[in-house]
Each structure stands twice: as C-alpha cells, then as structure tokens.
C-alpha cells in the first residue's frame, strides 16, 4: 500500500512573509508554538480559535477549563479543554512570526539525513572536531545558564509574552 502524501503548505516569498510579519496581527490573535507546529491562536468572547494552515480556516477549540503557567518555564501555558483534551502554548515574540507561517514545523528536533554506522568514517579531523566541540560548550555553558535563569525568573520576552496571553485565557476560561 503506498504511503498517501501530506497536502503541502502554500509556499510563500520571503518577501511576502517578511511583510506579514510586520503588520500588526487582528486582535485577539497571538502567534504561538503549539505541539511543534507555528499556530495562530485567537482569543475572543467567543472561546480560543486555532489557525493552522494559512489557507484554511479558522478552528474553534472545546470551552477551555483550565489555564495554568509553567512552573519552570514560564513562557509555556498549558491548556485544559472541556471535551478533556489538553493543549502547551508557547507564544512567539511580536512580529516573529505571522499568519502566513502558520502550519511549519519549528522544532529542535532535526533528523539526520544520513544512515549507516557514523564510526566507521574515522579522520584525520575528528579529533580537531571535538576539541572544537567541547570550546563552543565551554564558551555556550554561561551563556545557556544565563537564558535559563531569564526563562525561570520570567524575564525572558517569551515570558512577558504569555503573561500577557495568561489574562486573555483566563477571562475565556469556562468552570465545571
């Protein structure tokens, strides 16, 4: 049986992608990460609405019944639905992304292209390499720790983002 493929995404200019990302957003929308995925997330009277594909419409989610902040991470916002579903949030920084993006896969988690057994392609370079390596984590270790203490601390942009979206989730939030 033959592997059905994916609809692909509306491509788009970089051009045309970095205008929308300069105009301002509709209000009540919040571009943000939502599981791996760049999501629109509209925050109305009417609920919480998803737009997950620019060429498709917007999709209203269950009543939201719980809304609560990452204890460590304060940028994430986990959401509870009615229909007992639950959703992470992670919104972006202002004009990071816009609604053309919406759809793109945007994660850490890059596989590697290549197969086969890595060890037995020793070089000449490889140890080179690791010193490298373990340079870039010397001089990264500060540096990552730093972030870290701005994302716990709440400080970091990402954090001031969803304490803005926090008020907006919980004014929509619906009790059993």
Excluded: H
């Excluded at 989610?61 to 986990?78: H, M, N, Q, Y």
């Amino acid at each position: 049986m033959a592997k059905q493929q994916a609809d692909p995404l509306p491509q788009y200019t970089v051009e045309e992608i970095r205008a929308a990302c300069e105009a301002p957003l509709p209000a009540g929308v919040t571009m943000v990460l939502m599981k791996k995925t760049v999501t629109g997330l509209q925050v109305n009277e009417g609920g919480v609405s998803v737009l997950e594909r620019s060429d498709r419409p917007w999709r209203q989610l269950s009543p939201v019944t719980k809304v609560a902040r990452g204890v460590f991470i304060r940028s994430r916002i986990r959401l509870r639905f009615a229909d007992g579903s639950k959703a992470t949030v992670r919104p972006y920084k202002p004009k990071l992304r816009c609604l053309l993006e919406t759809g793109k896969r945007d994660s850490l988690n890059f596989s590697s292209p290549s197969s086969g057994d890595a060890r037995s392609n020793d070089s000449a370079l490889d140890s080179l390499a690791a010193i490298f390596v373990i340079l870039v984590a010397i001089v990264m270790f500060p540096i990552s720790l730093v972030l870290l203490a701005r994302e716990m601390l709440g400080t970091s942009a990402r954090a001031k983002q969803a304490a803005l979206l926090l008020p907006q989730l919980q004014a929509v939030t619906q009790t059993n």
